[in-house]
């Protein structure tokens, strides 16, 4: 089935410094795809919706400047976390959608847990 | 998307059935149901989807009532690695929309 593998599972970094995490659809190509963060016993939030080859839609209160997408492939989305801080600290998770799986359901990533000290 | 309403906690015993219920009163006709599960530390995982007919797989059942206001997700012999948040999502099946989570079920399974 359709996976989706995001990489790296955990990273820890000092505040000020900036986070990149890939998103990437192993066996089949995402036109789109979405960024969603969690913070513990919260449920997942949309961060953005990114489409391959144009900027990403940013949900209202999220930053654009600090948390930069990049969709440059149809198997390729990344998310920089900029200048981070504690309170970035969090679960990101990304999810995939192609044309090939429009009448499937979304395939989620294995989320990153990143720590900012 | 239609919203749906969820209890925040259940808890189910070892070897039983779950039966976690789910609103959502203003579904529109080509919506469909989903279920994931969120497994602490994890990605979602999808479940189930239905559009109006019961549906069942090697991993639930799901039972929409006949208005289509609600549904039912079931677990038919809950074990300890069943643990997890369920969510329940109404979506037009061919969309390129975002998904909106809201706050799902807390499911415990208890030895």
């Known amino acids: 089935g359709a996976v989706v593998s995001q990489h790296p599972s955990w990273v820890i970094c000092k505040s000020g410094t900036s986070v990149k995490i890939e998103c990437r659809s192993l066996?089949?190509?995402?036109?789109?795809m979405f960024w969603y963060r969690q913070f513990p016993k919260q449920s997942l939030m949309l961060m953005a919706t990114?489409?391959?080859?144009?900027?990403?839609?940013?949900e209202q209160g999220v930053e654009k400047d600090k948390f930069l997408i990049n969709h440059a492939s149809l198997t390729l989305s990344t998310l920089t976390v900029t200048s981070a801080h504690p309170e970035d600290s969090s679960f990101y998770i990304c999810s995939a959608r192609g044309d090939s799986l429009v009448n499937s359901p979304l395939h989620f990533g294995n989320g990153t847990r990143l720590t900012v000290t | 998307d239609a919203k749906t309403t969820q209890p925040t906690s259940m808890d189910c015993a070892e070897g039983r059935a779950a039966n976690l219920p789910c609103n959502h009163s203003?579904?529109?006709?080509?919506?469909?149901v989903y279920w994931y599960r969120q497994i602490h530390s994890q990605g979602p995982q999808y479940i189930i989807h239905g559009l109006k007919n019961n549906e069942t797989n090697e991993m639930a059942s799901l039972i929409i009532t006949e208005d289509r206001k609600s549904s039912t997700l079931i677990l038919p012999h809950a074990t300890l690695r069943d643990t997890a948040v369920y969510y329940c999502i109404v979506r037009v099946r061919a969309s390129y929309d975002k998904v909106i989570f809201g706050p799902g079920t807390s499911l415990s399974v208890i030895p």
């Open positions: 203003t579904i529109s006709g080509n919506e469909y």
């Open positions: 990114s489409n391959e080859g144009s900027k990403a839609t940013y």
């Open positions: 066996d089949f190509q995402a036109t789109t």
